[in-house]
């Protein structure tokens, strides 16, 4: 680490990074829905290849970046727009941070449950 | 109180890279950090080279990176950093020394955004007036010392060095927001440029850096809103 930065520091790195992997998944996307041009014998067997479990966990992660890079994306509007929004850019991260778990925790009990009941042979 | 220091150290004739070199130093808990830097250099190792003026917080000359935090070493209490203290070069600017940095890309930074007032109104026979509320909305910005503290804590200039950088734009809205200043549009052009206030992302790390607690992403956020507005 070559700079000891705090909150606003850490949004920022954590931002950008949850932007660069939804930037990739949406090229992955891309692709994988051009390849209806083939027919539908190369879309669904790649289609099925998002139904595995590693693709599952890979999805949850997807959802956590996108869920993230959202609401920190307001914080920045609230800063952008509102001149009071710098004086609270603290809070406002924190805030940022628990409605992240908030929605995230449940979302991702909710995308897992099933994987986890199918490998456990349920 | 013995403290250790860890120095980031380069001499250019001698070192083909930046190493760092360990101190002890006896310094009273209540003693700045410059103080144990002057116990160094002073008692141990007279090659030790750093830049100190005032020693006093005002003319901004010993920034650095304080246990990977930009501060004054003559504002940084050893009791707020001890027992062990990293000391290195403030980041992005091109080290000369150990912890002396060339400052001039700064200063040319510093004088794009035209830091003076200008007013082409004839010489007034008497002061010009201002207003309270006028001379609050300035304020803040007023207090910078230009200690680069602020630039060199940006991520976004350590990546492009041709950012104009947060003591630019603080220098800026001390006369852009002045009300006897005629120039403010003129700066706001400068800041609208391509190296100018929108490579802001809102990091705040030069707001927690500035040793004078100016608002600087605060300062930043009202010249891209008046850019935007156009309303001074």
Redesign the interface.
């Known amino acids: ?9 850490w949004a ?1 790195v954590a931002h950008r990074c949850a932007g660069v992997a939804v930037l990739l998944f949406v090229f992955v996307h891309v692709a994988d829905t051009a390849l209806i041009g083939w027919g539908p014998k190369y879309y669904n067997l790649f289609v099925k290849l998002y139904s595995g479990p590693a693709f599952r966990l890979f999805e949850i992660f997807l959802a956590a970046a996108l869920l993230f890079h959202a609401l920190n994306g307001v914080r ?1 509007m609230i ?3 509102w ?1 009071g ?3 609270i ?1 603290k809070p406002l991260f924190y805030g940022v941070m628990a409605l992240f778990l908030v929605v995230f925790i449940p979302g991702a009990y909710i995308m897992l449950s099933p994987i986890v009941r199918s490998m456990l042979g349920g | 109180m013995l403290v250790k220091l860890k120095i980031l150290r380069f001499d250019p004739d001698n070192d083909k890279a930046p190493h760092f070199q360990n101190y002890e130093a006896d310094v009273e808990p209540t003693d700045r950090v410059l103080d144990a830097l002057n116990a160094v250099r002073w008692y141990q190792d007279g090659s030790l080279a750093y830049r100190s003026s005032c020693a006093h917080g005002i003319c901004g000359s010993d920034a650095m990176r304080i246990n990977r935090t930009n501060r004054l070493a003559c504002k940084t209490l050893i009791r707020q950093v001890a027992p062990n203290i990293t000391l290195e070069p403030i980041r992005g600017f091109p080290v000369k020394r150990d912890l002396i940095v060339d400052l001039t890309g700064f200063f040319e930074q510093y004088r794009n955004v035209m830091p003076y007032l200008v007013n082409e109104d004839p010489m007034p026979t008497v002061e010009r007036f201002q207003s309270p509320e006028d001379r609050a909305k300035y304020d803040d910005t007023t207090k910078c010392i230009l200690c680069a503290s602020c630039t060199t804590s940006c991520p976004i200039f350590w990546a492009n060095t041709d950012y104009i950088g947060p003591a630019a734009i603080v220098s800026a809205h001390r006369f852009i927001f002045d009300s006897r200043d005629q120039a403010g549009g003129e700066r706001l052009d400068i800041l609208n440029s391509r190296e100018g206030a929108w490579r802001c992302r809102t990091i705040f790390n030069c707001t927690d850096a500035c040793p004078r607690d100016i608002k600087v992403t605060k300062a930043i956020q009202d010249v891209k809103r008046a850019i935007m507005s156009q309303k001074l």
Do not use: K, L, N, P
Request: zero cysteines; hydrophobic letters at 35%; aromatic letters at 16%.
């Open positions: 680490m070559v700079y000891r930065g705090s909150e606003g520091m920022w920045i800063i952008d727009f001149e929004g710098t004086d850019q």
